[in-house]
């Protein structure tokens, strides 16, 4: 059971480019979770969704774009790449249900913006 | 969404029991409070969830007093590899579109 996955672990971008940040799990969790990490500081949430086709704003979503199409994957888009973007991402997933409010967190992606 | 509060930073020694205490004076009737850990270079992890009195796992006991105004995570006999940061929170167990606020947490250091 592969629980939640994250790619890549490592990025660097040049100010201005684009990429994606993949999420994928594989629990068949209606919801799922962006967040950020900076250095010594908790995490913020960026995006939210609460099943396919469906998500939401979090605290910081300035910059960032997702998409939910199907169950397991919710990728995280950023168009235009800026040093405040460098962070450590971690998505993450949850049943939904009551009795498992519990989150489970990928390992994250690194990204550093130059 | 409730607000917590913790202490930034303990120290402890290994075989030592960790309390740590968090305040969450503004709970409401439907929120759950969970600890989750995190070490370095990971993402956070599960520990322990409660909605009042006394929960314990293999991991660690959560105290929760009638009022629900504040709840302590208690880490019996503490080892290194229990250094990391612990992050209390408060949030909607029972509510679809529930979402949860991580602070800064509280950084236990274990020292031998």
């Known amino acids: 059971n592969a629980g939640v996955t994250q790619t890549p672990k490592f990025r660097i971008l040049k100010i201005g480019q684009s990429m994606t940040l993949q999420c994928a799990q594989d629990?068949?969790?209606?919801?799922m979770y962006w967040y950020r990490q900076d250095p010594g500081m908790g995490l913020k949430l960026i995006y939210y969704?609460?099943?396919?086709?469906?998500?939401d704003k979090g605290e910081v979503p300035n910059g960032y774009n997702v998409s939910r199409s199907t169950t397991e994957d919710f990728p995280l888009r950023l168009e235009l790449a800026a040093p405040s973007q460098t962070s450590v991402y971690f998505c993450?997933?949850?049943?939904?249900?009551?009795?498992?409010?519990?989150?489970?967190f990928g390992p994250g992606t690194r990204l550093l913006v130059l | 969404l409730a607000k917590t509060t913790q202490p930034i930073s303990m120290d402890s020694y290994e075989g030592q029991e960790v309390n740590i205490t968090c305040s969450h004076n503004?709970?409401?009737?439907?929120?759950?409070i969970t600890w989750y850990q995190q070490f370095p270079s990971q993402g956070p992890r599960f520990i322990i969830q409660?909605?009042?009195t006394k929960v314990t796992n293999e991991v660690a006991s959560l105290f929760i007093p009638a009022d629900r105004k504040s709840s302590t995570l208690s880490l019996p006999r503490v080892s290194l590899s229990d250094t990391a940061v612990y992050y209390c929170?408060?949030?909607?167990?029972?509510?679809?579109?529930?979402?949860?606020?991580f602070g800064k947490g509280t950084m236990l250091l274990v020292s031998p």
């Open positions: 969704s609460v099943g396919a086709g469906i998500t």
């Open positions: 409660g909605y009042k």
């Open positions: 993450a997933s949850r049943a939904g249900t009551p009795s498992q409010e519990t989150q489970y």
């Open positions: 929170l408060v949030g909607e167990g029972n509510s679809g579109y529930s979402t949860l606020t």
């Open positions: 629990m068949n969790h209606n919801y």
């Open positions: 503004n709970i409401a009737t439907n929120d759950y």
